[in-house]
């Protein structure tokens, strides 16, 4: 993992297409800003956990035998 201290308004660049910048500090939050092209898809670490075990739970083999007995 990189740390990187940054003040507000400072910003750090990944990837030559993605732009994050400090936009706000206030107490033990900050605020950020992701500038990043469309594709690129930007979610909050619980989101994105969740998405992951939603699609693990859809592909759960149990899932696709109810789904096969469906379909005879």
């Known amino acids: 993992m990189l740390a990187l201290s940054r003040k507000k308004g400072e910003a750090l660049v990944i990837s030559n297409n993605i732009e994050v910048t400090i936009l706000e500090i206030k107490g033990d939050q900050v605020k950020v800003g992701i500038t990043a092209p469309r594709e690129v898809p930007v979610y909050r670490k619980e989101i994105y956990l969740q998405i992951q075990d939603s699609n693990k ?3 759960d083999v ?3 035998q ?3 007995d469906l379909l005879g």
Request: proline share 0%; no cysteine; charged share 10%.
């Open 66 to 68: 109810a789904l096969k």
């Open 57 to 59: 739970a859809a592909t």
């Open 62 to 64: 149990s899932g696709m």
